[in-house]
């Protein structure tokens, strides 16, 4: 081979040698471009997961308070105990969405952001049930305060009217008392009580003590003037009684019952006067004279308003 071949030969292979070098240089910097860039996704990424992980546990936190946020009402409040367990199981309902989507290893922003948007739909709805509670419990404080004032003023009340009842016993005692001196002290009297046995010859009445003699029994009597008794008509009962101790009396001659102290007495005759409480009256009783009738001492009662206002006395022979 001569020396122009020769050197056409170097020439070639020095040509091949800086294309195979200028290829390795293209292929370099790629891998090497390509080297850098990894790098820099990876850094990128590193710092994504990084960010998540602190919001997740930021999340978890914040889920883990408002978790617990409605127990604390549980007992304080018994009657509201049942409205806390409804409110309970639709936050945990919400809860267990929320922890399932941070349980997972590596959550995307977009996933983040949907975990934060749920957390602040279960802090509202935690909210709203528990100023529905402070509200009740309020509302059950007042009923208890306007209860208690109630119930102090049913005391004071029943304090009350048991003082007037005391009072009013004492005052009906009083009255009772002042009703029966009203009554003792408005008795009347009957005075001058004058007994005889009357003979009637004509329009004439002759006074006669023989049995045998008499037509009839006259009692004649003045009743005592009494500013405390009530004026008007009175009845005057007189009752006989003879020496046998019974009262003399005959229906057919106007004799009947009255009564004394809720007790029925036979009366023998009885008299209607206009009493005058002011200048009294004056009283006659007259009776026939019946068979049967037998001598002896006889006793005059006389009654008026239930009690008896005096005595007179008649001896027959």
């Not at 091949?16 to 910097?29: A, C, K, S």
């Not at 983040?112 to 709805?125: F, H, Q, V, Y």
């Not at 001196?181 to 008795?187: D, F, L, P, T, W």
């Not at 409480?277 to 049967?292: A, L, R, T, W």
């Amino acid at each position: 081979m001569d020396h122009q071949q020769q050197i056409a030969k170097d020439k070639r292979t020095k040509t091949y040698l800086i294309i195979i070098i200028g290829v390795l240089f293209v292929i370099n910097f790629a891998l090497l471009y390509n080297l850098i860039s990894k790098d820099k996704i990876l850094v990128t990424t590193e710092n994504k997961l990084e960010d998540t992980t602190a919001e997740k546990q930021q999340l978890d936190k914040m889920l883990d308070e408002t978790e617990t946020l409605l127990l604390e009402y549980k007992g304080k409040n018994t009657q509201l105990d049942s409205i806390i367990d409804v409110k309970n199981d639709e936050i945990a309902i919400k809860v267990a969405q929320i922890r399932k989507m941070l349980s997972q290893g590596n959550i995307t922003k977009a996933q983040l952001e949907d975990a934060k948007t749920e957390m602040s739909k279960l802090r509202a709805k935690i909210a709203s049930a528990t100023h529905m509670i402070d509200s009740l419990s309020k509302e059950n404080m007042d009923l208890k305060i306007a209860n208690s004032t109630l119930t102090d003023e049913n005391s004071t009340v029943k304090e009350e009217v048991e003082t007037q009842k005391s009072i009013n016993s004492s005052l009906t005692d009083q009255n009772k008392k002042l009703g029966e001196k009203v009554k003792v002290a408005s008795r009347l009297k009957a005075t001058n009580i004058k007994t005889e046995g009357i003979m009637i010859k004509g329009s004439k009445e002759k006074e006669k003590s023989r049995l045998s003699k008499i037509d009839r029994v006259k009692v004649q009597f003045n009743i005592d003037k009494n500013e405390i008794a009530d004026a008007g008509q009175k009845l005057v009962y007189l009752r006989l009684i003879g020496p046998n101790g019974s009262t003399v009396a005959n229906q057919n001659a106007g004799s009947g019952t009255f009564d004394v102290a809720g007790e029925s007495i036979l009366y023998t005759s009885k008299a209607s006067v206009n009493f005058n409480n002011i200048e009294g009256s004056f009283v006659v009783i007259y009776f026939d004279k019946i068979p049967g009738m037998s001598t002896g001492n006889y006793r005059a009662l006389l009654y008026c308003d239930e009690w008896m206002i005096g005595e007179g006395s008649l001896k027959l022979k």
